[in-house]
């Protein structure tokens, strides 16, 4: 059986690796049976696949993607997520998660609260268990994280997620 704790290094090593959150996965990368997909992270280590796509929505920006991490070819970890930011709280939220990543930090997959106080932008990350899982561990949950701008820009920006472990 596989530990949480080796799923949960698989996910950050892959986001270090090749992410959007690192800012170095190749542009115009799809996946052929889902037109106007973004894949963000392929990355294989070991047995292990981790393989992160998103769309982002043309006429309101909405976004929502999915990453998987699979082993031998079997799923064994999904996330979901969904939301809006706009183009400096994308470019914050590249930040906190990749600081998160690099402190190998395992926060469902998303970041820890931050606060950067010349920006003047605030993360926050709220995780949950799954309570209709009949799974007990820290890979099932969901969650929301939210910016809040304090330089008297009108903000709603997020991301709802949830992820589980088969």
């Known amino acids: 059986m596989i530990k949480e704790k080796e799923v949960k290094h698989v996910f950050l090593e892959a986001m270090l690796k090749e992410s959007w ?16 997909s973004i894949v ?13 796509y998103f769309f982002v929505n043309k006429i309101n920006g909405n976004s929502n993607g999915t990453t998987l991490i699979l082993y031998d070819d079997c799923i064994i970890w999904e996330m979901n997520y969904w ?8 470019e914050f939220i590249k930040d906190v998660l990749f600081k998160t990543y690099s ?20 993360y926050n990350n709220e995780i949950w268990p799954n ?21 008297g820009v009108e903000s709603n920006g997020f991301h709802k997620y949830n992820a589980r472990l088969y």
């Open 103 to 122: 402190d190998r930090k395992f926060y469902g997959g998303r970041g820890y609260s931050y606060w950067d106080k010349n920006k003047k932008l605030m």
């Open 83 to 90: 939301g809006n930011y706009n183009e400096e709280e994308s």
């Open 40 to 52: 963000a992270t392929d990355v294989v280590i070991n047995k292990f696949k981790v393989l992160d």
């Open 21 to 36: 959150a690192a800012r170095n996965y190749p542009k115009g990368r799809t996946i052929n049976q889902l037109p106007g």
């Open 131 to 151: 309570l209709d899982s009949d799974v007990d561990d820290s890979l099932t949950l969901h969650g929301i994280e939210t910016i809040h701008n304090l330089n």
